[in-house]
Protein backbone atom coordinates (compact mmCIF):
# COMPACT_ATOMS: atom_id res chain seq x y z
CA UNK A 1 0.00 0.00 0.00
CA UNK A 2 1.14 3.13 -1.08
CA UNK A 3 2.68 5.39 1.75
CA UNK A 4 3.84 8.82 2.90
CA UNK A 5 5.30 9.47 6.58
CA UNK A 6 5.79 12.37 7.85
CA UNK A 7 7.95 12.51 11.60
CA UNK A 8 7.18 14.33 13.86
CA UNK A 9 3.10 14.66 13.55
CA UNK A 10 3.67 17.90 16.35
CA UNK A 11 6.84 19.94 17.19
CA UNK A 12 7.24 22.63 19.39
CA UNK A 13 10.36 24.62 18.57
CA UNK A 14 12.12 27.68 20.09
CA UNK A 15 13.14 30.87 18.13
CA UNK A 16 16.31 30.45 16.77
CA UNK A 17 16.48 26.55 16.86
CA UNK A 18 17.29 24.07 14.39
CA UNK A 19 14.46 22.21 13.11
CA UNK A 20 14.06 18.78 11.05
CA UNK A 21 11.18 17.76 9.58
CA UNK A 22 11.84 13.94 7.73
CA UNK A 23 9.58 12.74 5.45
CA UNK A 24 9.92 8.80 4.12
CA UNK A 25 7.92 7.25 1.57
CA UNK A 26 7.55 3.58 0.35
CA UNK A 27 6.03 4.16 -3.37
CA UNK A 28 9.54 4.05 -4.70
CA UNK A 29 8.17 7.80 -6.49
CA UNK A 30 11.10 10.24 -7.79
CA UNK A 31 8.94 13.41 -7.22
CA UNK A 32 8.88 14.76 -3.35
CA UNK A 33 7.43 17.94 -2.19
CA UNK A 34 7.35 19.74 0.58
CA UNK A 35 4.21 22.48 1.01
CA UNK A 36 2.77 24.38 3.89
CA UNK A 37 -0.52 24.97 4.55
CA UNK A 38 -1.95 28.41 6.15
CA UNK A 39 -5.33 29.23 6.39
CA UNK A 40 -6.21 31.53 2.98
CA UNK A 41 -2.98 30.35 1.22
CA UNK A 42 -3.82 26.69 0.07
CA UNK A 43 -0.42 24.59 -0.05
CA UNK A 44 2.55 26.58 -1.00
CA UNK A 45 5.33 24.59 -2.41
CA UNK A 46 8.92 25.11 -0.73
CA UNK A 47 11.07 22.70 -1.76
CA UNK A 48 11.16 19.55 -4.15
CA UNK A 49 13.19 17.22 -5.58
CA UNK A 50 13.25 15.18 -8.52
CA UNK A 51 14.98 12.15 -7.06
CA UNK A 52 18.10 11.21 -4.68
CA UNK A 53 20.34 13.87 -4.13
CA UNK A 54 18.40 16.62 -6.09
CA UNK A 55 17.09 19.77 -4.63
CA UNK A 56 14.75 21.92 -5.95
CA UNK A 57 13.56 25.56 -4.71
CA UNK A 58 9.84 25.66 -4.99
CA UNK A 59 7.64 29.36 -4.69
CA UNK A 60 8.48 30.20 -0.69
CA UNK A 61 12.28 28.62 0.04
CA UNK A 62 13.27 31.33 2.20
CA UNK A 63 14.41 30.11 5.30
CA UNK A 64 13.81 26.47 4.23
CA UNK A 65 16.64 24.13 3.08
CA UNK A 66 16.62 20.61 1.50
CA UNK A 67 17.80 16.96 1.89
CA UNK A 68 16.87 13.68 -0.27
CA UNK A 69 19.77 11.55 0.50
CA UNK A 70 17.83 8.90 -0.85
CA UNK A 71 14.76 8.03 -3.11
CA UNK A 72 12.67 7.14 0.00
CA UNK A 73 13.61 10.42 2.36
CA UNK A 74 13.29 13.85 1.87
CA UNK A 75 13.60 16.14 5.06
CA UNK A 76 12.69 20.25 5.60
CA UNK A 77 15.31 21.93 7.62
CA UNK A 78 14.57 25.13 9.50
CA UNK A 79 18.53 25.81 10.73
CA UNK A 80 17.13 29.30 12.50
CA UNK A 81 12.90 28.96 13.30
CA UNK A 82 10.80 31.97 13.03
CA UNK A 83 7.37 32.45 14.45
CA UNK A 84 6.17 33.19 11.51
CA UNK A 85 6.99 29.38 10.15
CA UNK A 86 4.92 27.97 12.48
CA UNK A 87 2.22 25.84 9.70
CA UNK A 88 1.09 22.94 9.11
CA UNK A 89 3.99 21.05 6.87
CA UNK A 90 2.85 18.53 3.93
CA UNK A 91 5.12 16.12 2.21
CA UNK A 92 4.25 14.12 -0.92
CA UNK A 93 5.51 11.84 -3.24
CA UNK A 94 4.82 11.47 -7.07
CA UNK A 95 5.70 9.75 -10.00
CA UNK A 96 7.53 11.43 -12.48
CA UNK A 97 4.84 13.31 -14.38
CA UNK A 98 2.51 13.40 -11.26
CA UNK A 99 -0.27 11.21 -12.28
CA UNK A 100 -0.20 9.88 -8.99
CA UNK A 101 0.80 11.78 -5.79
CA UNK A 102 0.44 10.87 -2.06
CA UNK A 103 0.49 12.96 1.11
CA UNK A 104 1.46 12.61 4.31
CA UNK A 105 -0.45 13.39 8.07
CA UNK A 106 1.31 16.44 7.82
CA UNK A 107 3.38 18.09 10.77
CA UNK A 108 2.14 20.83 12.90
CA UNK A 109 4.84 23.08 14.00
CA UNK A 110 5.02 25.81 16.44
CA UNK A 111 7.79 28.04 16.48
CA UNK A 112 7.40 29.94 20.34
CA UNK B 1 4.51 30.72 -14.66
CA UNK B 2 2.45 27.83 -13.40
CA UNK B 3 -0.53 28.84 -11.39
CA UNK B 4 -4.06 28.10 -9.93
CA UNK B 5 -7.08 29.87 -8.80
CA UNK B 6 -9.78 29.15 -7.02
CA UNK B 7 -12.14 32.19 -6.77
CA UNK B 8 -14.46 31.21 -4.29
CA UNK B 9 -12.91 30.74 -0.39
CA UNK B 10 -16.32 30.01 0.78
CA UNK B 11 -19.04 27.37 -0.85
CA UNK B 12 -22.04 26.77 1.17
CA UNK B 13 -25.14 24.65 0.10
CA UNK B 14 -27.76 22.44 1.16
CA UNK B 15 -27.87 18.40 1.55
CA UNK B 16 -29.29 17.17 -1.90
CA UNK B 17 -28.35 20.52 -3.94
CA UNK B 18 -26.06 20.55 -6.32
CA UNK B 19 -22.43 21.56 -6.47
CA UNK B 20 -19.62 23.68 -8.32
CA UNK B 21 -16.77 24.39 -7.46
CA UNK B 22 -14.32 26.86 -9.47
CA UNK B 23 -10.68 26.31 -10.71
CA UNK B 24 -8.79 28.27 -13.19
CA UNK B 25 -5.48 27.27 -14.24
CA UNK B 26 -2.26 29.44 -16.17
CA UNK B 27 -0.23 27.60 -18.22
CA UNK B 28 1.37 27.84 -21.54
CA UNK B 29 0.75 24.03 -22.54
CA UNK B 30 -2.57 21.67 -21.56
CA UNK B 31 -1.58 20.85 -17.71
CA UNK B 32 -2.57 17.47 -15.65
CA UNK B 33 -4.80 18.70 -13.59
CA UNK B 34 -6.16 17.49 -10.18
CA UNK B 35 -8.87 17.61 -7.39
CA UNK B 36 -8.40 16.82 -3.99
CA UNK B 37 -9.86 16.80 -0.72
CA UNK B 38 -8.89 17.47 2.80
CA UNK B 39 -11.18 16.11 5.83
CA UNK B 40 -10.37 17.85 9.11
CA UNK B 41 -6.80 17.40 10.38
CA UNK B 42 -6.08 14.90 7.45
CA UNK B 43 -3.90 15.44 4.59
CA UNK B 44 -4.94 14.99 1.24
CA UNK B 45 -6.95 12.36 -0.77
CA UNK B 46 -7.23 12.97 -4.51
CA UNK B 47 -10.83 13.15 -5.93
CA UNK B 48 -10.12 12.98 -9.88
CA UNK B 49 -7.12 14.14 -12.63
CA UNK B 50 -7.15 15.00 -15.99
CA UNK B 51 -4.85 14.35 -18.44
CA UNK B 52 -5.68 15.07 -21.95
CA UNK B 53 -8.33 13.44 -23.93
CA UNK B 54 -11.77 13.41 -22.69
CA UNK B 55 -12.92 16.64 -21.19
CA UNK B 56 -15.07 15.08 -18.21
CA UNK B 57 -13.42 13.20 -15.97
CA UNK B 58 -15.63 11.20 -13.47
CA UNK B 59 -13.88 10.72 -9.89
CA UNK B 60 -14.56 8.96 -6.21
CA UNK B 61 -17.95 9.70 -4.51
CA UNK B 62 -19.98 11.32 -7.45
CA UNK B 63 -17.56 14.18 -8.19
CA UNK B 64 -17.16 14.72 -11.82
CA UNK B 65 -14.86 17.72 -13.32
CA UNK B 66 -14.91 18.88 -16.53
CA UNK B 67 -11.33 20.50 -18.19
CA UNK B 68 -11.87 23.63 -20.55
CA UNK B 69 -8.90 24.89 -22.94
CA UNK B 70 -11.01 27.76 -24.25
CA UNK B 71 -11.89 29.43 -20.42
CA UNK B 72 -8.45 27.53 -19.09
CA UNK B 73 -10.83 25.70 -16.21
CA UNK B 74 -11.27 23.00 -14.17
CA UNK B 75 -14.44 23.06 -12.63
CA UNK B 76 -15.78 20.31 -9.76
CA UNK B 77 -19.18 18.89 -9.66
CA UNK B 78 -21.29 17.05 -8.23
CA UNK B 79 -25.33 16.24 -8.86
CA UNK B 80 -26.37 16.01 -5.05
CA UNK B 81 -24.07 16.75 -2.14
CA UNK B 82 -24.46 15.07 1.24
CA UNK B 83 -23.52 16.33 4.83
CA UNK B 84 -20.09 14.10 4.60
CA UNK B 85 -18.91 16.43 1.55
CA UNK B 86 -18.08 19.38 4.47
CA UNK B 87 -14.24 19.63 3.37
CA UNK B 88 -11.88 21.78 1.89
CA UNK B 89 -11.56 21.08 -1.84
CA UNK B 90 -7.97 21.83 -3.74
CA UNK B 91 -7.81 22.55 -7.58
CA UNK B 92 -3.95 21.24 -8.50
CA UNK B 93 -1.77 21.56 -12.17
CA UNK B 94 1.03 19.76 -12.60
CA UNK B 95 3.68 21.22 -15.57
CA UNK B 96 6.93 20.83 -15.43
CA UNK B 97 7.01 18.50 -13.11
CA UNK B 98 5.76 20.95 -10.23
CA UNK B 99 2.42 20.17 -8.13
CA UNK B 100 0.88 23.31 -7.76
CA UNK B 101 -2.26 24.27 -5.78
CA UNK B 102 -4.88 26.75 -5.35
CA UNK B 103 -6.02 28.21 -2.24
CA UNK B 104 -8.70 25.85 -1.60
CA UNK B 105 -12.34 26.22 -1.07
CA UNK B 106 -13.45 25.67 2.15
CA UNK B 107 -17.50 23.23 1.24
CA UNK B 108 -20.27 23.99 3.97
CA UNK B 109 -22.86 21.70 3.97
CA UNK B 110 -26.86 22.78 5.42
CA UNK B 111 -29.18 20.43 6.72
Known amino acids: EAAVTQSPRNKVAVTGGKVTLSCNQT?????MYWYRQDTGHGLRLIHY???????EKGDIPDGYKASRPSQENFSLILELATPSQTSVYFC???????????FGKGTRLTVV | AQSVTQPDARVTVSEGASLQLRCKYS??????LFWYVQYPRQGLQLLLK??????VVQGVNGFEAEFSKSNSSFHLRKASVHWSDWAVYFC?????????FGSGTQLTVMP
Open chain 1, 92 to 102: ASGDYINTEVF
Open chain 1, 27 to 31: NNHNN
Open chain 1, 49 to 55: SYGAGST
Open chain 2, 27 to 32: YFGTPY
Open chain 2, 50 to 55: YYPGDP
Open chain 2, 92 to 100: ASSGSWQLI
